[in-house]
């Protein structure tokens, strides 16, 4: 299973053996290109960037670092080792053969899905374009870039799915994953986290933890797909998300240090002497929060939802970590707490292949309390009193049950007009962002951080903190 960086595709599907596959991909590949150019990181692309880049899908040491001019950077098709006699995991042809073609059946499912999934790849990368010109420091900067390179290569994974197992509608497909883009009015991204606009770091730490943590479970209910090469793919998609989720997770964990920092030094850790010292005040950090977490809980989709259960009942979609559950067949019971008139709740018991979208954000949420309690430790080790809380999972929704019911962060239902008076304080204000936004300056130097973050504990793969990490042209 090496991966062939001979071919113009570096790849480890064997491209070569299959012309008419191969060369559609190499028609696809300079309109990909054409839209890194036009719409990937803005300017930078003749600078040199520490990157990794994938040589073998092997779980350890499958990366390569070294200098690399972003457009330069060799974009592939590569899938996790085949699993011999793999077999459907779940749902009512649990114990069949998995498929190594798509179920007429299934097919426009399996597009559509595939679709989303390619959807939010470059739709990410449009997102974070203008960042570049504000890293708080040249490590930042190369984090950035890198994860930039790998979501353009998760749009490759989805784009070589359409192509080898679509067909010609495949194709469209394909080519209208160059055309939407994030933000537009007339032909935006899918899903609507990927339309809000990271203008500034802080947006871009939070939206790389909270946003890029339901890439992985999304991912892993994919590499459940009884559609075997899926599968395949995003289980090695899997294996580069870890970073972007690093990235987040430190990031925030250092902007909090910094703030610690200037709260000690001017012994006030009121919001603006914190503020007037160039730090972020802790509580709109809070607001930030608050914000990517309630727009990426959306990304679950409807906590009751026919869709979600024909996926699982058909093998299409299933649970992370499938394995770990007893029962692949999921046909008991799951109880939903849903609104009920104007200002009570009730339950409501469903069937557990319908709430598969909730049990999957459970899961999500428990996974991004493991960040907050890291925040909150750095807090609580400074002998600092404020601590991060995650709002409810009604608080602020647009998709399912709670979609539009106006609930406080601690998910109390709440008249409409308290909602929209206190709602400002919850979210970041206009004022807030602007602050932010002024905060954004470059720091280019070595081993120089910007005012508001301090230095990450150690640099990448094993350089120091103020190695080069891009030589900017
Ligand atoms: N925004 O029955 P439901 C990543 C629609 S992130 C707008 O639950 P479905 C990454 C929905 O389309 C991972 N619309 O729907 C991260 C449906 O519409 P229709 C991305 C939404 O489709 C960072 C209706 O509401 N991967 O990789 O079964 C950087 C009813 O909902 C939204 C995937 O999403 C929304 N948020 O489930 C880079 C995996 N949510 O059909 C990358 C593939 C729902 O009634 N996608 N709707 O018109 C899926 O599995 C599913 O499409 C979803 C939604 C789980 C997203
Ligand atoms: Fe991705
Ligand atoms: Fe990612």
Redesign the pocket.
Known sequence: MAIDYTERIPNNVELASNRTLQRALEHWQPAFLNWWRELGPTDFQSSDVYLRTAISVDPKGWANYGYVAMPEYRWGIFLAEPEADRRVGFGDEFGKPAWQQVPGEHRSTLR???V??G???P??VEQQRLLGHTAPSLYDLRNLFQ?NVE?GR?LWAMVYLLHAYFGRDGREEAEALLSRHSGDADNPR?????NEPISEWLSFFM??FF??R??K???K??AESSFDPLARTCKFMLTE?AH?MFVGDTGIARVVRRTLEVMQASGSDDPDTVRAAGAIDLPTIQRYLNFWFSSSL?????DA????AS?FANGI?GRPDEKRFADHLALGSFDLEIPDGDDRTRTETIPLRNAM?EVVRNAYVDDCMIGLKHWNRILEAAGHGYRFTLPSTRFRR???SWAGIPTSPDGERISREAYEAQLPSWLPSAEDRAFVTSLMVPVTEPGKMASWIAPPDKGIKDRPVDYEYVRLA
């Open positions: 559509r899905l595939i989303t999934q959807d939010t790849e739709a990410s994860v979501e998760h899918i899903l609507t986290t990927f939206f790389t946003t890029d339901d890439g479970f999304q991912l209910s994919l998300e972007h959306d990304l679950f989709g409807a939802s026919s869709n979600a996926y979609k979208n647009g998709i399912g």
